[in-house]
């Protein structure tokens, strides 16, 4: 058996660290986990991640992807309250105002909430052996006495008067979220400028939670009820039923921000194309005031399109890649570069080149229907390739063919949660069903 290797630290202990470690615990002695916020407390929103107050999914995949990072999650998630169930039988779908038709997917869907999925995964993280926790600790910066490789990380404690030390590392991961500063770095060593791509769609989501039992109650023993946004009905929602309590997530684009006062925001509710979410809500007790979210734009960092890397320093998560979160990708597609990162540290010393490279193959899927979706809405700024503009044109037709065809449903949430590739909607069986069903 090949020698372990010994040292590796993960910047950020968010979804995307904490899965970075668990990856990296096969191969390296030693992982430190490094974040600025008290990662010893109970399972509520953390200051370092403002968007977990507002409701979090997990698609299809990433479902699947924690479960093989972590057998036996999704059981124990239930066990802890979370509503489980399937994403085509329990979860009503809505575009532009019509539902798509329910069926059983076998896809996985699971209603834990931000707070309460990453405090049980952190909790089987911390329990590794291999792992240690340095919370309530700032990155300073990162030690590269030769360019061309990464030997540590500079960090000092939250505690005044703590003095700087350095974290001897064979292996650096960047988990640290949107706010990275791994491109200005890598400038500053001589590797060049990465490029970033951007699209913004000014995007607001305002949430608020409530008392149950409702009445009416909508979602009865199902998961959510969600109605997308379209350029035909731009407001959107989400209402999902938690283990303690119901969360209705509304949002906003191009500017029209859900409001922050109750009256306002139900009167926003009343404003969207599926009535039964007003109707819930209107005379709930809310646990609180509306909190609100804004989110200006998705960005892709091309690291794999530099001619060179420094050995050691790895880029993961929002840190590579920030999705629009209304498409719910983000923590899945984490999940899936830490099942990548634990298959390429398996195999030997990670070459860090290689793994960019790969990071960005997997990311195509999920950016190309993301950002496919966001050009839809004729305000949001961007290039629309002809493969854009066809998609456009196309989905909206298969999302209400699937109002009468569970298999089109079925074809559609498979996509959507990166089980198979967008292209499988263009298959021609696919495409005949779409328009067999549309001529009926």
């Known amino acids: 058996m090949e020698k372990k290797a010994d040292r590796a630290v993960v910047l950020g202990a968010g979804i995307a660290g904490l899965l970075a470690a668990r990856a990296l615990s096969g191969r390296y002695r030693r992982v430190t986990l490094v974040d600025r916020d008290d990662l010893h407390g109970p399972a509520e929103p953390r200051t370092a991640v403002p968007q977990g107050l507002h409701i979090h999914a997990l698609l299809a995949r990433g479902q699947q992807a924690l479960e093989e990072l972590f057998p036996g999650l999704t059981g124990e998630l239930a066990a802890a309250g979370a509503p489980v169930g399937d994403f085509g039988a329990n979860v009503s779908w809505y575009f532009s105002g019509r539902m798509m038709r329910r069926t059983s997917t076998g896809l996985v869907c699971v209603a834990a909430g931000r707070p309460l999925l990453e405090h049980t995964i952190r909790a089987r993280v911390h329990a590794l052996p291999q792992v240690t926790v340095r919370d309530g600790t700032d ?79 909508p979602i009865g023993e199902d998961i959510a009820l969600v109605a997308v946004a379209t350029p035909v009905m731009p407001r959107g929602a989400i209402f999902a039923r938690l283990p303690d309590r119901y969360s209705l997530s509304l949002t906003g684009l191009l500017g029209d921000r859900p409001p922050t006062d109750h009256a306002g925001f139900l009167a926003y509710a009343a404003t969207l ?16 005031e509306p909190a609100t979210f804004r989110f200006p734009a998705s960005v892709r960092r091309r690291y794999e399109e530099l001619d060179r890397l420094p050995e050691g320093l790895v880029v993961i998560g929002d840190a590579a890649c920030v999705f629009n979160p209304v498409y719910a990708q983000g923590m899945s597609v984490a999940a899936m570069e830490a099942l990548l990162l634990a298959r390429q540290v398996a195999e030997g010393p990670l070459s860090p080149r290689r793994f960019m490279a790969d990071v960005a193959a997997l990311t195509d899927a999920p950016w190309e229907m993301a950002v496919g979706a966001d050009l839809g809405f004729p305000g949001v700024q961007g290039l629309r390739t002809a493969d854009v503009r066809m998609g456009n044109s196309y989905l909206p037709k298969l999302q209400g063919a699937a109002a009468v065809d569970p298999e089109l449903s079925t074809a559609f949430l498979r996509a959507a949660g990166l089980i198979d590739p967008p292209q499988a909607l263009l298959r021609p069986e696919t495409m005949a069903r779409v328009l067999s069903a549309r001529a009926a």
């Open 139 to 217: 990155v300073v910066g990162l030690e590269a006495p030769d360019p061309s490789r990464i030997t540590g990380v500079r960090v000092r404690s939250r505690r005044p008067g703590s003095p700087e030390e350095v974290l001897p590392a064979d292996l650096v991961v960047d988990a640290t979220g949107r706010g990275s500063r791994t491109p200005r770095l890598l400038a500053e060593l001589g590797y060049g400028t990465v490029r970033q791509e951007r699209v913004a769609m000014d995007l607001t989501y305002t949430t608020c939670d409530f008392e149950g039992p409702l009445d009416p109650d």
């Open 273 to 288: 194309p599926v009535p039964e979410i007003h109707r819930a809500v209107r005379k709930a007790v809310p646990l609180g």
